[in-house]
Every structure is written in C-alpha cells, then in structure tokens.
C-alpha cells in the first residue's frame, strides 16, 4: 500500500463510520423507544427508511431518513473537538448540548437530552464541579457520539480510555458509561487504522476495561464482560437468546454489547445488523447509530443509495468534519482536496 493510500483509506473508514452512524440512527428512528410487538404491528418488519408514524411520542415531525439526537450530538461533539484541538472545555460542551435541545425544541420536535444528562448540565453551569455533574450517568449518550473521538485517536487503549473518559465526565462519568464508550470508540479507532471488526475486538474489551476504572463505581462493574458475553451469544446465531440475555434498553449495559452482539450476528452484513437493530425494540436508533459506526469504520459497507438519501434527507456534510477529525489524530493526514 502506498503512503497516500494509508491516508486515503483512514479516510474512506472515518467517512463511512459518520455515515454508517446516521443511516442505523435513521432507520431505527421510527420505532425509538417502542416495544417489539408494537413495531411488528406499525411497520410490520422495517426493512428500508420509512417515517414515524402520526403521534408517534418521540420521533414526530421527523420525515423518513432523518436522523436523531444520535447523529446530531456526535457531529456536535466533532465540532467541540476539532475546536479545542489542546482541550475540552466542559462548561462550553455544556452548552453547545443545551443550544442544541433550544434548537430542537425550537423546531417542535422531541428527541431532548435525556433527565440525567439535562440535570448535570444544569448542575455544571450553576457551579457544581464537572467530576461530580456526571456521576450517576450510566445511559449510552456518551457511548452513542462517541466515535469522532475514536476518529481522531489513534487506537492505542490508555489513549483511547483517557479521551473518552475526558469527554463524558460532564453527563457520564461512571466507569459504565466509559467503558460503553471506550469499547465503541477503539473500534472505531482500529477501523480508521485500517482494522476490521474481528481484528477490533481484544483492543476493545482492553479499552473498556480501562475505560471502567477511570469513572465512578456506579452501575453495571464490567462492561468488557457484557461485551464478551453477547459476542459469544452471537456466535450461535440465535438473535432471541441474544435479545432476552443482553436487552436493548438505553442502559450501556445493555445497548453497546448488543450493538457488538447484532454486528457478529450479521457477519459482516452491516445493513442486515441495521436493520435487526431497528425491529429490536427500545434504544433502536441509538442501537443502529452505535453499530453502523462501529461497521463503517471496520470497512463494512452499506448500500451507496441509503446512504445518499440520508445525508440528503438530514443535510449532512460530512467531509469536512471527518478531514478535521483526521487531522488531530497523531501521525493521520487526510487526503489533499
């Protein structure tokens, strides 16, 4: 390979790992927070891009292939990055999420910042100091915008754990929540270095291991050991089994591990573990964003036409951000142009 294809793979993956994030965020929007049986019987089975149903209670007003809070808070999250490349300034993260919820509720919309996150923020610009604002966060918001974190790192663990963990501590410092992130983002990482899925795993359990021990004892004590199990599930290929065990609520313990349980399951398949994520029930677009992220960085593709209608359909540039993000990662430069 020669030394311009490295970068131009790094960003072939990092562009893929962003759009394969929004299209499992846009797919599994028209059935966030419904139960299984309640999706069969408004959809039948989801399989393609389709629009909310009227009244649905979170994703009304949204059209089909839009995105959620899940791809919106990680391009929100690039953009406080790629401006504190030195840095992370929790009180101007605090409110670039809080601008945000304004714009959202602005536009009639209800995909809000979850209670926990929106009561550590408050706590935070009121005066509370950050490594406490976070404390109870054990919810997947850090693990679902983490991946410009794990684009612009190199996958090397301590660095990875440390980044992440940095991060979160405003809404998620719990060594759940990090662990969950940490884990997502060495995929990611290893993905844009030019690793697949499998060859991510051992640096991600190593990361959320790492990543547990850097936050507050608080919520489920091993994260890696979750992970394992529904990767193990997954390799008997029984979805049910790996749904009763693992669950697929907005508990890290539960949505990360499925989201690495639903990629084994799929083989590679990235669009069928989509898709599997959009009919689990619950969490399922934070579900699909945090495994499309994990696919796309890892080099599984996705059908070129749903990925063109969701940027299309959301507004999403992403090239800029993702050549951005490349260039705070050590020894990664994007392509010219």
């Known amino acids: ?79 406080r990055l790629i401006a504190e490349p030195q840095g992370f300034d929790d009180a101007g993260w605090a409110r670039d999420l809080l601008e945000w919820e304004a714009g959202i509720r602005a536009k009639g919309l209800a995909d809000l910042l979850g209670p926990s996150s929106k009561a550590a923020i408050e706590a935070l610009l009121a005066g509370t100091p950050p490594e406490e604002t976070g404390r109870r966060g054990t919810t997947n918001g850090a693990a679902m915008r983490i991946a410009p974190v794990g684009i612009a790192t190199p996958p090397d663990v301590a660095q990875i754990a440390a980044r992440v963990a940095r991060t979160c501590r405003v809404t998620h410092n719990t060594g759940e929540a990090i662990a969950a992130a940490s ?97 689990i029930g619950d969490d399922t677009d934070t579900i699909g964003a945090i495994a499309g992220a994990m696919g796309g960085a890892t080099g599984c593709p996705l059908p070129d036409t749903v990925v063109a209608e969701v940027t299309e359909a959301s507004g999403l540039d992403l090239a800029p951000v993702v050549r951005a993000l490349l260039a705070l990662r050590q020894g990664g430069t994007p392509c010219p142009g």
């Open 183 to 279: 884990a997502v983002a060495m995929v990611v990482s290893a993905g844009v270095a030019g690793q697949g899925f499998d060859a991510s795993l051992d640096p991600a359990l190593a990361s959320a291991r790492a990543g547990q021990a850097l936050g507050n004892a608080v919520g489920e004590p091993d994260v890696a050991g979750r992970i394992a199990l529904a990767l193990e599930i997954a390799e008997t290929g029984d979805e049910e089994q790996l749904i009763a065990t693992i669950g697929s609520s907005v508990a890290s313990r539960e949505s990360v591990p499925m989201a690495f349980g639903l990629l084994r399951l799929a083989r590679g398949d990235l669009w069928q573990a989509l898709l599997s994520a959009a009919n």
């Open 1 to 79: 390979m020669t030394a311009t294809a490295l970068p131009c793979l790094a960003e072939t993956r990092a562009t893929a790992a962003l759009a394969g994030l929004a299209v499992g965020d846009a797919l599994g929007m028209p059935a966030q927070t419904l139960p299984r049986g309640v999706i069969r019987e408004r959809y039948g089975r989801i399989t393609g891009l389709v629009a909310p149903f009227d009244g649905h209670p979170i994703s009304h007003g949204l059209r089909a292939g839009q995105v959620t809070d899940d791809t919106e808070q990680t391009l929100l999250l690039a953009r």
